[in-house]
């Protein structure tokens, strides 16, 4: 079996722990020879969760649990060269024509960044609007392609949930 190394973004997190199967989900990520990575931009950006409870569940802490749980410690530390990487896709993504602000997009890029620096697989998102927009693929594609490097290939939640039965 083939090992695949993944990284969630941010949103998935929140998509696992609302899932009915999720139990099931959290047990397949071990059997089904996928390794999943963490970046400290996520867990900063689960942390910022509002604090309160939500149905009966402190979801701050549950999403946070979660990423521990699934991550295993494997969590991608931010480094300069990630940072320069980061601020070369933003380049190029104006450079095309984007529009959206560099604070809104920076920590989408970062995560990109970091796993393409990283040499990981795959990247799941479904942040349509920033980090899978057309443009953002392009710069991806243009940076990595100067820095001879992958890009990672991109999939959606329902297509990971597919990765965790193979």
Same mark, same amino acid.
């Given at each position: ?64 649990? $979660? ?79 100067? $820095? ?19």
């Amino acid at each position: 079996m083939e090992l695949k190394r993944i990284i969630l973004d941010t949103n998935i997190y929140g998509l696992v722990a609302v899932d009915e199967k999720r139990e099931e989900i959290r047990r397949s990520i071990t059997s089904s020879g996928i390794v999943l990575y963490g970046s400290t931009v996520i867990r900063k950006e689960l942390r910022k969760t509002k604090k309160g409870i939500v149905d009966g569940v402190n979801l701050r802490n549950v999403l946070l649990s $979660l990423y521990h749980e699934m991550t295993k410690d494997k969590e991608l530390d931010l480094r300069d060269k990630h940072l320069k990487t980061a601020e070369s896709y933003f380049s190029a993504y104006r450079e095309l024509g984007g529009t959206a602000s560099k604070s809104k997009l920076l920590n989408d890029f970062l995560i990109v960044a970091s796993a393409s620096l990283h040499n990981l697989d795959i990247v799941v998102s479904e942040d349509n609007a920033t980090m899978l927009n057309e443009l953002a693929l392009k710069a991806y594609s243009v940076v990595n392609a100067a $820095l001879k490097i992958d890009i990672p290939g991109f999939i959606g939640y329902e297509q990971f949930k597919k990765e965790l039965k193979k």
